[in-house]
């Protein structure tokens, strides 16, 4: 069963600065708060952070139910404990046609051929940014509104409102150490992130609930990738 957790980062606990300031040390919280022998097959764990004015909020998404009362002790607020929902029973409501309100946090990359692999490198730059996420859309089910320069009907154009764009609210880079070298200058993890916000439509919803369990882009282990839906107002 998919589930959807949310719990109350507090900044002024020192754990909660932690966890909000390394992507490594979240990542490993999070994991903390499931079983160790947790199959991922249905869905894998995913993790987001939204900050607001006097607190920020995580989000936790996995094939069950995470003992979120582990970050809550350490970095929360006794009196706010974790609150999770059966996340199976929305995604299984999808239908294609409808539009949601969408945020996610990505690591917009591409891939420079080099060798067999070719080396990934960020977008720095807010357009191609929005380039790598209508890309997304097409892999996981859904549409966006149309942009200036994109070849569409006019009928399609008409469908969409100014305010359905898709935008990157903030972008930023992390940077941290992993294991024994949490603390070194060298071997740092770069990780560039963009947050976007917008309205999509549902094109194809088993695509979507894949995407919704199992994230989109690179660096999902490190606050990338979950998708969260709103009804649009």
């Known amino acids: 069963m998919s589930t959807l957790t949310r719990i109350s980062i507090n900044p ?30 249905d869905g894998r764990v ?9 607190e920020s909020v995580l989000y936790i998404v996995g094939p069950e139910k995470p003992t979120g009362a582990l970050i809550v002790e350490q970095a929360g607020w006794d009196n706010r404990p974790a609150q999770s929902a ?12 409808q539009r949601w309100h969408f945020e996610v946090v990505g690591n917009p990359t591409y891939s420079v051929p080099n060798g ?22 097409d892999r996981a089910g859904f549409k966006l509104a149309p942009r200036i320069d994109d070849e569409c009907t006019d009928e399609e154009r008409a469908r969409w409102s100014n305010s359905d764009t898709p935008m990157v609210m903030e972008r930023w880079t992390d940077v941290f150490g992993k294991g024994n070298d949490s603390r070194s200058t060298r071997n740092k993890v770069r ?14 919803a088993e695509a979507l609930r894949h995407a919704l369990t199992h994230g989109i882009g690179r660096a999902r282990a490190y606050g990338c990738g979950l998708i969260t839906l709103a009804p649009v107002k």
């Open 12 to 41: 002024a606990r020192r754990q909660g600065r932690k966890l909000l300031t390394n992507p490594q040390a979240m990542h490993a919280a999070v994991r903390a708060s499931f079983p160790p022998d947790i199959t991922e097959g």
């Open 116 to 137: 067999k692999r070719g080396k990934i490198k960020a977008h720095v730059s807010v357009r191609h940014q929005l380039d790598w996420l209508y890309k997304q859309a």
């Open 86 to 97: 059966d996340y199976d029973r929305f995604i299984n409501s999808l239908m294609k046609g």
């Open 46 to 54: 995913l993790w987001r952070v939204d900050p607001q004015d006097h």
């Open 191 to 204: 990780i560039a992130k963009a947050r976007f916000s917008g309205t999509l439509e549902v094109t194809d």
